[in-house]
Nanobody, 124 residues
Framework: QVQLVESGGGLVQAGGSLRLSCTASGRTFSSGLMGWFRQAPGKEREFVATINWTGSSTIYADSVKGRFTISRDNAKNTVYLQMNSLKPEDTAVYYC?????????????????WGQGTQVTVSS
């Protein structure tokens, strides 16, 4: 069984920054990919960013490109999402997702394991 635990969410003013963390436990992702999605009230879950095992390949949603950075520390089985220049429209529950192997994916069905989510609220 795999558990993903997110942390780092909170309330921040527009223009501010937050760093989300997601730590995996239960197994080692020897070749896995990890990603971040978000879901605002009344909206579908949307892709934010994804990263491969080595960290050499990433994909970002257009809405966050240039503002968010995804990274990972494999020794800690942890993926991070550094969020800068936050906007009110970034307000959502952010979910960490993982898959043991495969190509980078930007759709929810491309992932097997999910965290419980962490709330990010950006005030104007």
């Amino acid at each position: 069984q795999v558990q993903l635990v997110e942390s780092g969410g909170g309330l921040v003013q527009a223009g501010g920054s937050l760093r989300l963390s997601c730590t995996a436990s239960g197994r080692t992702f020897s070749s896995g990919l990890m990603g971040w999605f978000r879901q605002a009230p009344g909206k579908e879950r949307e892709f934010v960013a994804t990263i491969n095992w080595t960290g050499s390949s990433t994909i970002y949603a257009d809405s966050v490109k240039g503002r968010f950075t995804i990274s990972r520390d494999n020794a800690k089985n942890t993926v991070y999402l550094q969020m800068n220049s936050l906007k009110p429209e970034d307000t959502a529950v952010y979910y960490c997702a993982a898959r043991v192997y495969g190509s980078l994916s930007t759709i929810p069905s491309g992932y097997v394991y999910w965290g419980q989510g962490t709330q990010v609220t950006v005030s104007s």
